[in-house]
């Protein structure tokens, strides 16, 4: 199968970056390289999951098994989240979509993070009300 060339025009499009902005863009090697592989129909293909594995005293009533889903690598996908998460378990997601991303741009497997576990911002009952634990992964759906 010949391999289909990148759609430069539609990422300008997407980004609503000017003429100057794209050849700057695309002048940069890493840059260039990157917006190849998180913009490819495979990135589309994977969905970063945040999901709960442990919870005690969770003031926002967070339970195990609650997820929150971001379709290919960083935008969340609402109709397949769970409701009702706090605030305070929200601080370390965008390291995790950095670092899952950045593995995926650098062929590299996303699930093979050596952190991919992290907790709420409280610390729990003796400080705080309670505490979260949750786990980031990335699957594949067709």
């Not at 060339?5 to 050849?23: A, G, I, M, P, T």
């Not at 260039?32 to 293909?45: G, I, T, V, Y």
């Not at 593995?103 to 610390?123: K, Q, T, V, W």
Request: proline share 4%.
């Amino acid at each position: 199968m010949e391999k289909k060339e990148f759609d430069w025009n539609r990422l300008q499009k997407h980004l609503k970056y000017s003429e100057e902005e794209l050849r700057r863009f695309k002048e940069d090697p890493k840059k260039f390289r990157a917006a190849q592989r998180l913009f490819s129909p495979e990135a589309a293909k994977m969905d970063l999951i945040v999901e709960v594995v442990e919870a005690h005293g969770c003031s926002a009533g967070m339970k195990p098994g609650d997820r929150l889903v971001f379709k290919a690598l960083g935008v969340m996908d609402i109709s397949k989240s769970s409701s009702g998460w706090c605030a305070q378990a929200l601080g370390e997601i965008p390291g995790f979509a950095n670092m899952a991303q950045d593995r995926f741009i650098s062929g590299l497997d996303p699930n093979e993070m050596y952190i991919n576990h992290f907790s709420c911002m409280d610390a729990g009952s003796r400080c705080g009300w309670g505490q979260v634990v949750m786990k980031v992964y990335v699957e594949k759906h067709k």
